[in-house]
């Protein structure tokens, strides 16, 4: 199984500044990497794709990089409806994706 | 709009069964594989299951493997997982999420299993 890692637990940000969230894969997982959002109370939400391409209707304000085993979510300037956490998922083991711990990101 | 919709969960001692339903709608069913993630309380998200466009295939983690079954019903639009010798650590809000090739760009609101005495 491929473990993916997630730092730091918790990141403290104020509105208006970036974020730089990371993750990383016990093994190198190539491109195949998602990232998701999950607000208290709801279910998550697809935002990245294949490590950099953001889904359908999100904010350009995400963006994703990496590849092989390093990986990062920046969120350029914190909304204040951003203030969530955040998972990243392996897709390259099918069908065992599996998901890092997840990110809280919480307000400064 | 694409729409997912548990239903099922609730309270189950130790041992017991429970069968969740997750209905669809909004999309063409029968050409999407689909999941079952869940969440215990607090907690982070585990892949739980996967079930082929028809049904064909099916996988499961190891730790609910043997126990827990996904089956889909295409004419009705639905996904079931049938879940029995409930342990405690099944406890956990249970998803249901649409698959694509590069991850679950759809997912329903989640239906919550209890499992305790």
């Known amino acids: 199984e491929i473990v993916m890692t997630q730092s730091p637990a918790t990141l403290s940000v104020s509105p208006g500044e970036r974020a730089t969230l990371s993750c990383r894969a016990s093994?190198?997982?190539?491109?195949?990497l998602a990232w998701y959002q999950q607000k208290p109370g709801q279910a998550p939400r697809f935002l990245i794709y294949?490590?950099?391409s953001r889904a359908t209707g999100i904010p350009a304000r995400f963006s994703g990089s990496g590849s092989g085993t390093e990986f990062t979510l920046t969120i350029s300037s914190l909304q204040s409806e951003d203030f969530a956490v955040y998972y990243c998922?392996?897709?390259?083991?099918?069908?065992?994706?599996?998901f890092g711990q997840g990110t809280k990101v919480e307000i400064k | 709009e694409v729409q997912l919709v548990e239903s099922g969960g609730g309270l189950v001692q130790p041992g017991g069964s429970l069968r969740l339903s997750c209905a669809a709608s909004?999309?063409?069913?029968?050409?999407?594989?689909m999941n079952w993630v869940r969440q215990p309380p607090g907690k982070g998200l585990e892949w739980v299951s996967y079930?082929?466009?028809?049904?064909?295939?099916?996988h499961y983690a190891d730790s609910v493997k043997g126990r827990f079954t996904i089956s889909r019903d295409n004419a009705k639009n639905s996904l079931y997982l049938q879940m029995s010798s409930l342990r405690d650590e099944d406890t956990a809000v249970y998803y249901c999420a649409r698959a694509l090739r590069d991850g679950y760009d759809a997912w329903g609101q989640g239906t919550l299993v209890t499992v305790s005495s």
């Open positions: 998922q392996q897709y390259n083991d099918w069908p065992q994706w599996t």
């Open positions: 909004g999309f063409t069913f029968n050409t999407y594989g």
């Open positions: 294949g490590a950099s």
């Open positions: 093994q190198s997982v190539s491109s195949n």
């Open positions: 079930i082929s466009h028809t049904g064909t295939a099916t």
